[in-house]
């Protein structure tokens, strides 16, 4: 079955770093985009991030460009988000997200907290 796991998240600093990684299993991965959304407190769940199947293209929320940046490994079944000059107002989960055959398939998130 469809599976993707999350992992990477933690305690940050303001200005800090973090690279998320999300490793997907049952499904064939280089065929489909891979998308990162997150969730503050009290918030909806936001598009961060996304990367198409082949990884030439990628696009960002607006107010992200420049510091985050989303990768993919096809070999090793795995997208990546590179998180740079971290603001507390990125404390959130983090979730990866695949449409797989009509349906939204989510991991279990993994905490970013941006705080000094």
């Known amino acids: 079955q469809v599976r993707l796991v999350e992992s990477g998240g933690g305690l940050v600093q303001p200005g800090g770093s973090l690279r998320l990684s999300c490793a997907a299993s049952?499904?064939?991965?280089?065929?489909?985009?891979i998308y990162w959304y997150r969730q503050a407190p009290g918030k909806e769940r936001e598009l961060v991030a996304t990367?198409?199947?082949?990884?030439?293209?990628?696009n960002y929320a607006d107010s992200l460009k420049g510091r985050f940046t989303i990768s993919r490994d096809n070999a090793k079944n795995t997208v990546y988000l590179q998180m740079n000059s971290l603001k507390p107002e990125d404390t959130a989960v983090y979730y990866c997200?695949?449409?797989?055959?009509?349906?939204?398939?989510w991991g279990q998130g993994t905490q970013v907290t941006v705080s000094s």
């Open positions: 997200n695949v449409r797989y055959r009509n349906t939204d398939y």
């Open positions: 049952g499904f064939t991965f280089s065929n489909y985009a």
């Open positions: 990367i198409t199947n082949t990884g030439r293209s990628t």
